[in-house]
């Protein structure tokens, strides 16, 4: 049950595709802070749909799953180098689309949304995340969230610095909201600049948690990393520490570096 801003509705939305067991993570994670969780499967394999049935098994009255009904990658996207990532890039705004159509409709059906999370299925938010939405709902000037999130590395107690640019993940929804056509960072419209408010360090991305994954996105996604790459090790789990405390880990030497981790 979650404890803040429980007389509103906070809906949750995720895409899923190929994440696996990052998904045991992810999919808890969102409904932490979520009444309800949206999934949309898209190109998924076996794994990923098993786990996403497994959970919604679980919460069958908080988790609803759909389908992108898009076309599943071809052999020959499956087989070069990045070619789920080059297939997403071409659908990603009709992609994302199928949700904001999905909560459309569930305003037309009389349920009510106030707030839509919408992160990635490889990114958790961490315990700050309840006071950064309470700030954002008192704050009547602002529509959005555009969060930079801090990576982890084998262990979710080792991060880097370096990580992706920041991305809108999260709403007050409104049905004029569209993925179509696609903004980077998740900019959709009609959100302008000024109607979004920005924080770091409160989404944390696993995209390189475990060696799977990290292999997974050698091969179909990016991997950007240099051996030297330096990296942080923590005294606790990352989602238990505020942004600020993050911070202040960065302004000492690093631990070691991605090769010595490996």
Request: with cysteine.
């Amino acid at each position: 049950m979650r404890t803040f801003l429980q007389d509103i509705k906070i809906i949750g939305a995720m895409l899923i595709s190929r994440e696996g067991n990052i998904l045991h993570y992810t999919i808890p994670s969102l409904l932490r802070w979520c009444d309800w969780v949206l999934i949309i499967l898209d190109n998924e394999n076996k794994e990923s749909r098993r786990i996403a049935q497994h959970y919604r098994g679980i919460y069958p009255n908080r988790i609803r799953i759909a389908r992108s009904g898009f076309p599943r990658a071809t052999q020959r996207d499956e087989m070069r180098a990045r070619g789920l990532f080059q297939r997403f890039k071409k659908l990603q705004g009709p992609i994302r689309e199928t949700v904001f159509k999905y909560l459309r409709n569930c305003l037309v059906n009389g349920e009510k949304i106030d707030i839509l999370v919408f992160p990635d299925a490889d990114e958790i938010f961490s315990d700050y995340f309840p006071k950064l939405l309470n700030d954002f709902w008192k704050n009547k000037k602002v529509k959005a969230i555009t969060l930079k999130p801090v990576g982890v590395y084998g262990d979710i107690k080792t991060i880097m610095r370096k990580s992706m640019s920041g991305h809108t993940r999260v709403m007050k929804f409104f049905p004029e909201l569209t993925a179509i056509p696609y903004r980077t960072l998740c900019c959709y419209k009609p959100l302008t600049r000024k109607d979004r408010m920005a924080i770091t360090r409160v989404l944390i991305h696993l995209a390189h948690l475990t060696s799977e994954r990290k292999n997974w996105r050698k091969k179909h996604w990016k991997f950007k990393y240099r051996p030297d790459e330096p990296l942080w090790k923590l005294d606790k789990d990352i989602n238990k520490m505020s942004p600020l405390e993050i911070g202040e880990v960065f302004k000492r030497k690093p631990d070691l570096t991605i090769k010595e981790y490996e």
